[in-house]
């Protein structure tokens, strides 16, 4: 596994990733030590990153089995992106507004893109947490950060497997250089716009529904 942060929060990344992209299917039986012999760590972190995962609702426990992954809930997914829209295009014209700079974005928008066109949805959608989640650091609020950052590990894509050398998979990408310009020029209604619409994509592109 990539170095970064503690071996749980790798494991739980990682899986939570695979989960949320579809990637393990509803119903899939995950054990402890399959896992830990993919990932190369302990039985440990394995486990706590499983709590984790079954408190975020990925899973649940399969008594003397392991753990379960989940059926996606429509009506969950539903509420978590009206919440996100309450808080994420707002925070982007926040950061528009201040011209923030973020020499790093770029890097970042370009590794999204280049996950997307190899079709690896695992480092696709970990590149796009992060992107996202540092830029919404620049609006200065920590507990608003924390809390987009939460409701992104919440996300579940069913759909995003069936998108990988779409064109709609590619378009998505793209979308991060588009709010990057939003913001870099200042304008706010653009940033807050692009924001909206990329959040759009949980119910409709990324979920297997038109849009």
Do not use: K
Not at 5 to 10: D, N, S, V, W
């Amino acid at each position: 596994m990539q170095d970064g942060g503690t071996i749980r929060a790798r494991v739980e990344r990682a899986l939570g990733a695979r989960i949320a992209a579809g990637l393990e299917p509803e119903g899939a039986l995950l054990t402890v030590p399959v896992l830990a012999e993919r990932y190369r760590v302990s039985a440990t972190p394995v486990r706590e990153a499983m709590l984790e995962l079954q408190r975020r609702g990925f899973v649940e426990p399969a008594r003397n089995r392991g753990f379960v992954v989940t059926a996606v809930d429509p009506a969950h997914a539903q509420h978590v992106a009206a919440v996100r829209e309450l808080l994420e295009p707002p925070a982007m014209r926040t950061v528009a507004g201040l011209r923030a700079e973020a020499p790093w974005a770029r890097a970042g928008a370009a590794r999204i893109a280049e996950a997307a066109a190899a079709g690896d949805l695992e480092d696709y959608l970990e590149e796009d947490r992060r992107f996202h989640v540092e830029l919404t650091a620049l609006a200065g609020n920590p507990m608003l950060t924390a809390v987009v950052d939460d409701l992104r590990r919440r996300t579940r894509l069913p759909g995003l497997t069936a998108l990988v050398g779409t064109r709609e998979l590619a378009a998505s990408a793209a979308e991060h250089g588009d709010l990057l310009d939003a913001i870099e020029a200042g304008h706010e209604d653009a940033a807050e716009r692009v924001m909206r619409h990329h959040i759009g994509h949980t119910t409709g592109w990324w979920a297997g529904r038109p849009e």
